[in-house]
């Protein structure tokens, strides 16, 4: 979601601020826009509608060598996508953007009678608010932006400067992410490391509650309650291959194909082979801990919830005396849900940002129960909230729809599970097969993506002009056309659903006609039998149906994606490779924008 970007230092600032939009483009925004100041307080403020080529478009006509600057992609909240909306929003000689959402904006806007607004934004309401303080002179910028964040309700990451003052950015945070680069007599912000990446290794994660004043040469923090921080320094571990596209024609396939590279990071360090068994460093739960879990609640939102349900299946597989529940966190949030003593949360996130798992993190906090983290990006908000964690380094994840990092979700949670039953004594003979299985996983992943690529992008050729599908499978299998269905819908915008096979008589069954495809996941496995069954009920009624497959299957179907591996327990991460790759093709077939769907953010940061 919206991105933040700014420079202060001896170089040129329109450069950074477009390269650093162009690298959080990623995040999704309908709108944005630069502002730079001369040393003598001459204001260069550009903003466009659209993608960052039109504020290139502008920036063409508006070259200057200023050395300071903020800058912002927005994903509309507040008032419709348009230049006028977009930020930086001005007032007086403050130019402010903005992360999050200001919720009292209505009540601050009837106490700023003074200021003329120009936009339907809850920005320009902070903006004129910190403007009411510093207008006057009676306070400094960082001062007058306290006094105004001290009457806010919401979240925020901000960034400010003022044509008075053109040599300092005042930022802050609370619920939306800063992180200040530090270089060499440079200093730069951004919402997301990735901006960073290439200008400096070095990084601050501002906290929520600190203000930051940042000069070339100098950052000072404080609270909100003027108290100084000394800020820990800590290391961008992001290079720049990881964020390029490194050959192939999207970040979407290039994340579905190096995904035997980033489970293998995932398992890296964690796994004795010889003695078949998990070691997971970072949960610091001590074996008596272990042995006490009766319950996990799996936290999540979209993929990240889809991989909590489908690690659930394989955790109650192995752990038969604990219950897991795994739930959404945007209706967690809300219920009053009692839990149970004696249980533990994973919280999932690739983003470590998400605002309603991060909301669920708090409210779980309150009632006592450990939260253990199963998150991508490091040094996120989710990841520094919890308890003990697991990251799953599967590195930046670039394309809006998340492929690699569930791959790694599901595998890192049933390593955890892992961890469980072994301190529960479970017997090493029940346990070692899914040890084995995930240590060979991520070459069986290569073998599979060699061998289905070209058969599935054939196959997403002939559907290419399907508007409805459905998608079908049950146990560890269902879970997985759920994640299928996502990623279908998200970028295709193929109206796909998935239920559980045995639902079909229940409803979906009427669905079946020719509008539609039957996507049907059919591994090898205890309920064989009965999904052949449901198979055939489809067919009956004259389904469209691809089925993909571990198995023996002969009936007449209109595809076949056979994958071939030897795993048995894991199949379902495989099958939903061939999922990733068919949703893929699906989106190139019908020409969208594969990386960045519309209407969505890769890091939903407001609830
Ligand atoms: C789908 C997708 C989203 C995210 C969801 C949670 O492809 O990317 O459904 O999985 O927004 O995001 P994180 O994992 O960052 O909390």
């Not at 509309?76 to 909306?85: F, M, Y």
């Not at 960034?159 to 053109?166: G, L, T, W």
């Not at 017997?427 to 599979?448: A, D, N, T």
């Not at 061998?451 to 499978?473: M, N, P, R, T, W």
Request: include cysteine.
């Amino acid at each position: 979601m919206c991105g933040i970007v700014g420079y202060v230092g001896k170089g040129n600032a329109q450069d950074f601020l477009i390269s650093g939009l162009k690298r959080l483009e990623y995040r999704g925004y309908d709108s944005a826009g630069i502002v730079t100041l001369s040393s003598g307080g001459n204001v260069t403020l550009l903003r466009a509608e659209g993608k960052i080529v039109n504020l290139e478009n502008k920036l063409a006509k508006n070259k200057r060598k200023d050395r300071i600057g903020i800058g912002h992609t927005r994903w509309a909240t507040h008032g419709e996508p348009s230049e006028s909306n977009a930020h930086p929003h001005r007032a007086g000689n403050i130019y402010l953007v903005h992360n999050g959402i200001i919720e009292n904006y209505k009540e601050l806007k009837e106490t700023l009678k003074k200021h003329e607004f120009k936009s339907e934004t809850d920005t320009e309401v902070l903006a004129a608010l910190i403007n009411s303080f510093y207008g006057d002179g009676k306070y400094a910028l960082a001062d007058a932006v306290v006094q105004a964040l001290k009457l806010v309700k919401g979240t925020y990451g901000i960034a400010a400067v003022s044509a008075k003052n053109p040599e300092e950015i005042v930022v802050a945070r609370s619920g939306s992410p800063l992180v200040i680069g530090v270089g060499n007599d440079v200093t730069l912000i951004a919402s997301d490391a990735s901006a960073l990446v290439g200008h400096t290794k070095h990084a601050i994660y501002l906290n929520d509650g600190e203000v930051a004043v940042i000069k070339k040469d100098n950052i000072e923090i404080k609270t909100l309650n003027a108290e100084p921080v000394s800020a820990k320094v800590e290391e961008i571990e992001t290079n720049l291959a990881a964020i390029q596209k490194g050959g192939y024609e999207h970040f979407l396939l290039k994340e579905i194909m190096e995904q035997p590279e980033s489970l293998t990071e995932t398992l890296r360090g964690r796994i004795n082979k010889k003695a078949g068994t998990v070691h997971l460093g970072g949960p610091g739960l001590s074996e008596s801990e272990l042995r006490k879990i009766k319950h996990l609640v799996i936290v999540g939102c979209g993929t990240a919830y889809h991989a909590g349900l489908l690690a659930g299946y394989f955790i109650e597989q192995f752990t038969p005396e604990i219950t897991v529940e795994t739930v959404i966190a945007s209706e967690y949030r809300y219920r009053n849900a009692y839990i149970p003593k004696d249980s533990v949360a994973l919280i999932v996130s690739q983003s470590g940002e998400t605002a309603d798992t991060l909301a669920c993190l708090r409210e779980i906090k309150k009632q006592g129960i450990p939260t253990i983290g199963i998150v991508n990006a490091i040094g996120s908000t989710i990841a520094r909230e919890v308890d003990g964690g697991t990251y799953v380094h599967v590195g930046p994840e670039i394309s809006v729809a998340s492929t690699k990092a569930f791959t790694s979700q599901a595998i890192a949670m049933v390593m955890f599970g892992l961890t469980i039953a072994q301190a529960k004594g479970v017997k090493p003979g029940v346990l070692r097969p899914y040890v084995e299985e995930i240590v060979k996983l991520p070459e069986e992943i290569r073998g599979v993506l060699n061998d289905v690529k070209e058969k599935v992008k054939s196959v997403a050729k002939q559907y290419f002009d399907y508007d409805h599908a459905i998608y079908l499978g049950r146990d560890t299998a269902y879970p997985t056309a759920m994640e299928g269905a996502l990623k279908l819908k998200e970028i295709s915008y193929v109206d796909a659903n998935a239920y559980a096979f045995g639902e079909l008589k229940h409803g979906p069954l009427a669905l079946v006609d020719d509008r539609f495809f039957e996507m049907t996941l059919v591994p090898e496995g205890i309920l064989y039998d009965k999904v052949i069954s449901n198979v055939r009920e489809v067919l009956a009624r004259g389904g469209h149906v691809i089925v993909v497959t571990n198995a023996e299957f002969d009936l007449p179907v209109e595809n076949i994606i056979r994958i071939s591996s030897d795993l048995k327990i894991f199949a379902p991460i495989l099958m939903n490779l061939v999922l990733q790759l068919f949703a893929y093709y699906m989106t190139v077939a019908k020409g969208y924008n594969v990386d960045q769907p519309r209407n969505l953010a890769k890091s939903v940061t407001v609830e």
